[in-house]
Nanobody
Framework: VQLQAFGGGLVQAGDSLRLSCAAS????????IGWFRQAPGKEREGVSC????????HYADSVKGRFTISSDNVKNTVYLQMNSLKPEDTAVYYC?????????????????????WGQGTQVTVSS
């Protein structure tokens, strides 16, 4: 199982970014893919997650209405479209894969003890 996250960058408040999480070694249909972020001095927090087998998306309250998660099972890639970015969205963003479905619990980092992780991608939003 390998995950590669990319698409981060330096943007201004109000701008948009799309993060990609390219998966290899497994198919999305049987896994939950989650986006998490970690800002300096803070704990990792769940941002959004979805099960690749037509699962419902889940979002942290802080990003609802601004971020959209989607999966392309042909490309085996999960995207996180981030609109109306705010300085508080600044963090390293990670994608993870967890076999099975856990519903909205996928937003809890504690449920990812047995998950797979890719390297992070830095998102910096200037005010």
């Amino acid at each position: 199982v390998q995950l590669q996250a990319f698409g981060g960058g330096l943007v201004q408040a109000g701008d948009s970014l799309r993060l990609s999480c390219a998966a290899s070694g497994f198919t999305l249909d049987y896994y939950t893919i989650g986006w998490f972020r970690q800002a300096p001095g803070k704990e990792r927090e769940g941002v959004s997650c979805i099960h690749g087998g037509n699962g419902s998306p889940h979002y942290a309250d802080s990003v609802k209405g601004r971020f959209t998660i989607s999966s392309d099972n042909v490309k085996n890639t999960v995207y996180l479209q981030m609109n109306s970015l705010k300085p508080e969205d600044t963090a390293v963003y990670y994608c993870g894969a967890l076999e099975g479905r856990i519903g909205v619990l996928c937003l809890s980092p504690r449920k990812w003890e047995h998950g797979y992780w890719g390297q992070g991608t830095q998102v910096t939003v200037s005010s």
